[in-house]
């Protein structure tokens, strides 16, 4: 219930425009945020890098509404690209296709895509792009293929274990050895396409997990690049402890290298695992957002864990 109201606010452009600008939002999304410049994204990386952790970097936006904007969004994850490069930092960069274009027209968001891989290509950086919502999901898996086949091999995607389609979208990406972040989906599906029930979510993750170790192995494992930028197939986006557990025993069952497989967290959550996965020798990679665009992903921060809305709330009376 809760969930799916900080759902339908992160789509409100009213709430967006009014609420986001003020100040105690603005502090209180700086728990999830990074900050509003990239200069903001720069240092938290630099911190998280001194800890052994790499990063990838979102420039927050979604669902761009002209193709000019579009365009400028594509520069500015350019810009981003440059940013990793000039300030030596062991990240990678993750992009919504909507921001550059996806909802608007499929040429627009394609031109503007190939232009930022072929610069982390000059760069030799990898692009991660991420699942949107289900309107979006064939469209998404489409371009990335359309990625790979057009030789930008440095790219890789996000797939939802509460999707019903995901085993077999899993099993597409395999044909390409593509890069596959498993998320368990943050937005708000219908029962016609997801799972509703937490425990099969966790279930399905659980399967999908393990189909992507079987795919890491026939694939020969390979690893996560030294420099911190390329990641290995499958890389493990959850904070539940119970998942990460799960994935590491059956790491120890099949004997997989700990490089050939990452794990990743949000900017602000469960640093505590963030940073004893990383002692123990995991490769881990944090999601650092950043940018004025923040509502969206603040909102949706909110509905995973309703309990975060009370510390926006009482963010208010603080100065
Ligand atoms: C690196 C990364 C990239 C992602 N990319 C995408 C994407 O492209 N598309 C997409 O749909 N989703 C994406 N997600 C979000 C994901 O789908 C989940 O919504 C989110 O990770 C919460 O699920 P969980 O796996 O942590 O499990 P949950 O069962 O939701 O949470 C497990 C535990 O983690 C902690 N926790 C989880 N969320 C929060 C929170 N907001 N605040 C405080 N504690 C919390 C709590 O301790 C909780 O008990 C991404 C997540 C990560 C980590």
């Known amino acids: 219930m809760l969930r799916k109201l900080f759902i339908a606010l992160s789509k409100l452009k009213w709430a967006q425009r009014l609420i986001s ?9 700086r728990r999830f945020i990074a900050g509003e410049t990239v200069s903001d994204a ?3 990386i630099r911190q998280l890098n001194a800890a052994g952790i790499q990063a990838s970097i979102d420039f927050l936006g979604e669902n761009a509404q002209n193709a000019e904007d579009a365009a400028a969004a594509a ?18 960069l993750s992009i919504k296709l909507s921001q550059i274009g996806l909802a ?3 040429e627009i ?8 891989l072929a ?9 991660r792009i991420d699942m949107e919502d289900s309107s979006m999901t064939e469209k998404t898996l489409s371009m990335l293929e359309w990625a790979l086949s057009s030789g930008f091999d440095k790219t890789g995607i996000v797939i939802q274990a509460y999707l019903y389609r995901s085993e077999e979208d899993i099993q597409r990406l395999a044909l390409l050895h593509a890069r596959v972040r498993l998320c368990k989906g943050a937005y708000s599906e219908p029962p016609t396409v997801a799972f509703a029930a937490k425990a099969d979510v966790d279930e399905n993750y659980d399967r999908l997990a393990g189909d992507l170790l079987e795919i890491a192995r026939d694939a020969g494992y390979p690893e996560a690049t030294q420099d911190g930028v390329v990641p290995p197939i499958p890389a493990i986006a959850t904070h539940d402890p119970a998942r990460i557990e799960a994935v590491v025993q059956l790491m120890r069952l099949m004997q997989i290298p700990a490089q050939a497989v990452e794990f990743q967290m949000l900017y602000g959550i469960r640093r505590d695992l ?19 665009q923040w509502w969206p992903y603040y909102m949706r ?13 009482s963010s208010i009376f603080k100065r």
């Open 109 to 116: 968001c394609r031109e503007n895509l190939s232009k930022i």
């Open 274 to 292: 963030q940073q004893s996965l990383a002692k123990e020798g995991y490769p881990v990679r944090v999601y650092v957002p950043f940018g004025s």
């Open 119 to 127: 610069r982390a290509a000059e760069l030799n950086l990898f692009v």
């Open 21 to 29: 600008k003020l100040g105690f939002a603005r502090r209180a999304s």
């Open 104 to 106: 608007l027209d499929v």
């Open 75 to 92: 520069g500015q994850l350019i810009q981003c690209l440059e940013s990793i490069r000039e300030n030596q930092l062991r990240a990678n």
């Open 301 to 313: 921060r909110l509905a995973e864990r309703p309990a975060n809305a009370w510390f926006f709330i």
């Open 42 to 44: 720069v240092s938290a």
